[in-house]
């Protein structure tokens, strides 16, 4: 049984990720920091069999557009390592992943926090690692500026070798516990790291044991050419947004592509794009299902989106039922503008119908239909070189989880293409991604060989 | 029923306060990264009706003397939030205290972990602000040498600023949640704090609600001028250690007499010294137990804690069983070197016997005797103006934890001097201290009186 198989994740978000979801007629509308939302959330998709739970971050309030802002469930919810750690308590099996961005922490502080989350889990905590693109979440860290997009993946990528470094700091067999003789751990197997860089000084060693895993999943999430380089090197997940089968393709290709020059295998990296999956048990009922979620946005919501995705113009002055203006051109995303603009003078829609087109999956690929369909199309992209497994993006919580789970995942099981039984204890066995050895012990086993070569 | 009590607080530490407590032969050596060990701690302490549970915490090895530090439990450890979130979720009632540097994070980061986890556990959360002292913690954030004193306060009077700004950002009431009408919150009711400093520049507001207890509870140790001065303007609670009644009594007089001076009313401060109680049926097995453990301490740990107390000189190459050799003077701490000579001449005392005398309770008062005899000197301290309540420290845990709650807690529940219900379902409430109002809230009910009395 050596087939390969699709990986899932369950990117939690709230009441769900459709910006309306809140409003849905069964939505807990204060699910954002009600800790038994989560609860249940991470134990029906344990009980699926789903590799991890997911919380994306952003260390701020991200928009400034209060008008909006004010009437989604997005201004405030918990911090995600506060709420993993909990979560850690209520799970036995599933991965535990949370982002914290490089640019506004320091790497001793995360390296510690995931290498504790990793022992609290037993060996099931995930690191996504972000440089947060936004300004607003710079303003909180005393800069007036976020940094330079070159420059926060420089310092990503220093604090990534700071961070594993120290989760380094301990052999994995440094602690003997010897109560008869008094010795708590060798000496020999505790390693200082002596980090002196371009942008940090950390001595170490981490005052915590090496980790279950070894080292905590790091999983990405960066799409410019230096995220998807920096993924290259360092990732062992990626999570991304994809609108087309092709555009997938094209990215799995060329990031698999990459990892040879680091001395790595296609297998070390898996590739897992978002899916914001509407499920019916005909297509008719999954199309009713999106529509009365659509028909909750409030236009408020709906003319912001839009006027951000149009590069910042302002269409809060237009009927929202009328015809889309020609829009004033601007500095921001002139591209994107003009295919909105080519889009609604082609299909002659609204703003709210043009709002509408958009507002859904973020970016990320909507799909409505059935349990067949949607497996059908989960199926295509693993098998045809776009994904290694899904993000899995339920429009609202709990009830699209509960739907992927009692339907999606069952028609993917039936296939052979997902697992009916955890493989392993820690997140890395079921990723089927290798545990990575100590790097001293390493040394300390070539030593042993040269010296017995000389002998 | 408002006879003042007692509140206490757990302090847990890995097997225990006593240096060799990992050696105990009951001991769980590996209990410092084992979750099953510091939840079943939580629950006793929890059944117990302790008011809360408090980590320590340093951010590094402190210690660089290896062959000292390996023959102890000290090295490895939980970092203390994501432990406490995982508590969270096993405990209903208790306070969850930890210890957080101001000097190596980021106000905004701890604004919202306290925050989320006052969310999480439904008002329990507490902060034990500290500045830390070490210059080995320093050399993990980038330092080449740590803040000095002063500028470590200054930096943590700004920092609190910050955080209880943060925690104001949003009204009480400010999420409205209507889904019918599509409004989440009241954007009047949103604040942002535009923090500029000398320090630090946070522009705020919070990406969480306002918490359960409007502020979690702000705790702090900082036992110099300038930390009796920050506490005496911001703590809610100190935790401190003493020797002597005099001396906790001269304490709680200085600290309660700055109150008033920044509007404060002494009951506003809980001070809590710390206890390390050693618990017998007969004072003969109390003395016998203490023995036990003291007999477990590795000379090369007890040397090692004697030559750091007696100023850094090195006692290692000198025969433990044999007389206390005349010191070199050094820099370090000439009047304790001296205190500590003039007690080794006047009682013949060996090198063995003087480390012995030290090397229990880390300066905090280690009380031997029987339940009532504990009871009587806990009385004492609190009735005599030298204390509000303890933060007991067990030698070994769980051992000495289970003892104290079996036989220490029904003696004082019996002389009416502790609770046998928690008074409230937050930290806060079952210390007795107020809730914060939000400030925008107080401006906002002035106004609208000013406007009353106006018009
Ligand atoms: C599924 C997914 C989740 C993401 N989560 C976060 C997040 O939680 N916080 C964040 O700052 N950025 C997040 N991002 C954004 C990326 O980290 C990255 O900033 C963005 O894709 C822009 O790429 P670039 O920085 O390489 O230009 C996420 C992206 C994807 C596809
Ligand atoms: C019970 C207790 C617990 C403490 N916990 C910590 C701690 O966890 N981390 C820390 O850096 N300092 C801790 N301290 C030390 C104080 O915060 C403080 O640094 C020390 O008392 C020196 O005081 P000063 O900084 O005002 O000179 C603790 C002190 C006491 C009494």
Do not use: C
Not at 20 to 25: F, G, K, L, T
Not at 75 to 87: I, N, Q, R
């Amino acid at each position: 049984m050596s087939q390969r198989q699709i990986k899932l994740g369950a990117f939690l978000m709230e009441t769900g990720h459709h910006i309306a979801a809140w409003r849905h007629p069964h939505a807990h509308a204060a699910a954002g920091l009600d800790f038994a939302h989560y609860a249940e959330l991470a134990q029906i998709a344990e009980r699926a069999k789903f590799d991890t739970i997911f919380f994306a971050d952003s260390v701020g309030v991200r928009d400034t557009d209060l008008a909006s802002l004010s009437r989604t469930a997005r201004a405030d919810h918990f911090e995600p390592l506060t709420l993993l750690s909990a979560l850690s308590a209520v799970t036995r099996h599933i991965g535990l992943t949370a982002t914290v961005s490089t640019s506004f922490n320091e790497p001793y502080n995360v390296a510690r926090k995931f290498a504790s989350l990793d022992h609290l889990s037993g060996g099931r905590a995930g690191w996504n690692l972000v440089t947060s693109s936004s300004e607003t979440e710079a303003h909180n860290f005393s800069l007036d500026r976020h940094f330079d997009h070159a420059l926060r993946y420089e310092r990503a990528r220093e604090f990534y070798d700071i961070v594993t470094g120290l989760w380094d700091s301990w052999e994995d067999d440094a602690f003997v516990r010897d109560k008869e003789s008094g010795l708590y751990f060798d000496p020999a197997k505790l390693h200082t790291l002596n980090h002196r860089g371009k942008h940090f000084k950390v001595k170490g060693p981490l005052n915590v044991a090496r980790a279950p895993q070894g080292w905590p999943v790091v999983v990405q999430a960066g799409a410019s050419e230096a995220g998807r380089e920096l993924a290259a090197q360092t990732a062992e997940v990626i999570f991304v947004a994809h609108q087309t089968l092709e555009e997938a393709q094209s990215f799995y290709r060329d990031v698999k592509g990459r990892l040879a020059r680091y001395g790595r295998h296609p297998d070390d990296l898996k590739i897992m794009p978002g899916i914001f999956p509407v499920i019916g048990r005909t297509q008719e009922e999954a199309d009713e299902k999106f529509e009365a979620l659509q028909a909750l946005i409030h236009p408020v919501v709906g003319v912001s989106l839009l006027s951000k995705m149009a590069g910042g113009v302002d269409l809060s002055s237009y009927p929202v039922d009328g015809p889309v203006p020609d829009l004033p051109e601007t500095n921001g995303g002139k591209s994107r503008q003009r295919l909105l603009l080519d889009l609604a003078r082609r299909e002659n829609l609204t703003i709210r119908d043009l709002y509408l087109r958009i507002a859904g999956a973020r970016g990320h690929q909507q799909v409505v239909g059935t349990p067949q369909s949607i497996a059908d199309q989960l199926q295509q992209w693993f098998e045809e070189g776009a994904a290694d497994g899904f993000n899995i993006m339920s429009p609202w919580l709990p009830g699209g989880l509960v739907e992927f789970a009692a339907h999606v995942v069952p028609e993917l099981q039936r296939r052979g293409l997902f697992r009916t039984e955890y493989e392993g204890t820690t997140l890395r066995q079921n990723l089927g991604l290798r545990r990575p050895p100590n790097r001293h012990a390493i040394e300390r086993s070539a030593n042993a060989h040269a010296l017995a070569d000389a002998g």
